[in-house]
Structures are given as structure tokens and as C-alpha cells.
């Protein structure tokens, strides 16, 4: 969407605060032991309380109230009463929500407790990279730009991009124009960014994989080659300037 009012910009401060304090407390709230129903069971109720509601069930009757993937899913993990989080585990947490007729959408990735296993290094990488790009997304700048900027970086690192995962437009519904806002740079994407629309800025940085995969269950998604993958993202309002990031309260970047 684009925001031509103050009403608008008010309604999705409010829809984004909501999904950005549920991720935080979510992320907070996770320990070893617990399943992934319980964490999602918990997102679900922290959202009903502040009057929003799950935009992945709304909008594709998505089995949780919110994405929760373990260690080799990439994204869209359903949550399971028979899926027990353990030490060193990588999550990704993905959560979007309706509130008053506004969308917003925001995720990220972390290794629960101590890291067993080595995967806070590119837990870092997509949230730095994330970092960069939206730091250089602003009114006329190619879209494309930006997700070569994101492709470069995450290569400056050693890692890949997921080429079928990107960021969107959002603000009126859960996914609007732009459709796509690629983590490498599609030539045949002529679009720019422009002046007070409101998207959904994500990074998908990859060990091994270049592509998702969906399997049997028809959402989770895993990488072609295995591998494991980092997720981190804010909607944000585009200006001529530095973005508004909408999603800030969720503090993935701290």
C-alpha cells in the first residue's frame, strides 16, 4: 500500500507493533523442552490480546498462528505438539497479523540457548545484511539494486541467496505489489522503490541452498541442496530519505 494519510500511517504503526512485540516475546519466551505448538500457542494468544489477528491463518487457513521452523526447515514450519526445541536449535520465527484493516509482516532467526552447532555466524549475516539493505532502500532506487546488494553480501560472507523467497509489498493485505523484492538482482525487474509505500524487507541467507523446497506437508520449506538458512525481516514505510521501519520494537537487530 501507499500511505496518504495519517490515519493510514497510524493503523499500520499499530498492526506492526503488535507483530513486532509478539516476535520479541515469542523469541524470549522460547527454551529446550518446549514444542513448537507451545511457542506458537503462546504467539497466538499474545496477538488476540492486542486485537490482531494471524494473517497466515486468515489468508491461507495456515495450520498455527505463526511460522516457527527448526534447524533445516527454511520457512513456513508448522507448529507441532511433536516438535521439541533442543539447545543450539536454529528457529526462525515468522509473524504477520490483520489489526483495523492494516498488515504487517515481520521474522527473524536464532540459535535457542548456547550454539551447539555454529549457526549464530549466519544468524549474524542476515541480520546484517538485512541491516544494509534497508539502509539503502529509499524513493527511485531500483529494487533489483537492492537485492544485488543483498546477493553480494551475503557472498562476501560465503553464503548463498534462496532465489524463490522474497520480501513484498504489504500494508492493505499480507502480500501486495511490489510481488516481489528478490534477494539478488533479477534484470527483468525494472521496478523502483517509491515515495511512502509500504513493504516487507526480508534476507534469506543459505549455507548450501539456492532454492526452497516445499515438502509432503504442502508448507514447510527446506533447502534443494540441504543446508540451513537465516531469515530476518521489517516492514518498513519507503521515503526519500532513511526508511521508517515500522517493525523496530521487535529488536532483532539487538
Same mark, same amino acid.
Given at each position: ?83 521439541? /526445541? ?12 490483520? /489489526? ?114 516445499? /515438502? ?39
Amino acid at each position: 500500500m501507499s500511505i496518504t494519510k495519517e490515519s493510514e500511517l497510524t493503523g499500520m504503526q499499530k498492526v506492526s507493533e503488535a507483530v513486532a512485540r509478539t516476535l520479541k516475546e515469542m523469541r524470549n519466551f522460547a527454551r529446550p523442552g518446549m514444542t513448537t505448538k507451545e511457542l506458537d500457542d503462546f504467539g497466538g494468544q499474545f496477538l488476540k490480546d492486542l486485537g490482531a489477528k494471524s494473517a497466515p491463518y486468515l489468508t491461507y487457513g495456515f495450520p498455527g498462528w505463526t511460522c516457527i521452523s527448526v534447524n533445516k526447515e527454511f520457512c513456513h514450519g508448522i507448529p507441532s505438539d511433536k516438535r521439541i /526445541l533442543r539447545e543450539g536449535d536454529l528457529i526462525n520465527i515468522d509473524v504477520s497479523a490483520e /489489526l483495523g484493516g492494516f498488515w504487517s509482516d515481520n521474522g527473524g532467526s536464532f540459535v535457542l540457548g548456547t550454539d551447539v552447532y555454529q549457526h549464530q555466524k549466519l544468524v549474524e549475516a542476515s541480520k546484517q545484511i538485512l541491516h544494509k539493505a534497508i539502509d539503502n532502500i529509499k524513493s527511485g532506487v531500483r529494487i533489483s539494486d537492492i537485492g544485488f546488494l543483498i546477493e553480494t553480501e551475503a557472498k562476501k560472507r560465503g553464503y548463498k541467496v534462496i532465489k524463490n523467497l522474497t520480501g513484498h509489498g504489504v500494508g492493505r493485505s499480507l502480500h501486495e505489489a511490489p510481488a516481489e523484492i528478490a534477494n539478488y538482482r533479477d534484470r527483468f525487474n525494472l521496478a523502483k522503490f517509491k515515495k511512502n509505500s509500504v513493504v516487507a524487507i526480508e534476507t534469506f541467507i543459505s549455507t548450501t541452498s539456492s532454492y526452497a523446497e516445499t /515438502l509432503k506437508d504442502g508448507w514447510t520449506m527446506v533447502g534443494n541442496k540441504g543446508g540451513f538458512m537465516a531469515q530476518h525481516e521489517h516492514t518498513i514505510v519507503v521515503t526519500d530519505g532513511k526508511p521508517i521501519i515500522l517493525t523496530a520494537m521487535n529488536e532483532i537487530w539487538n
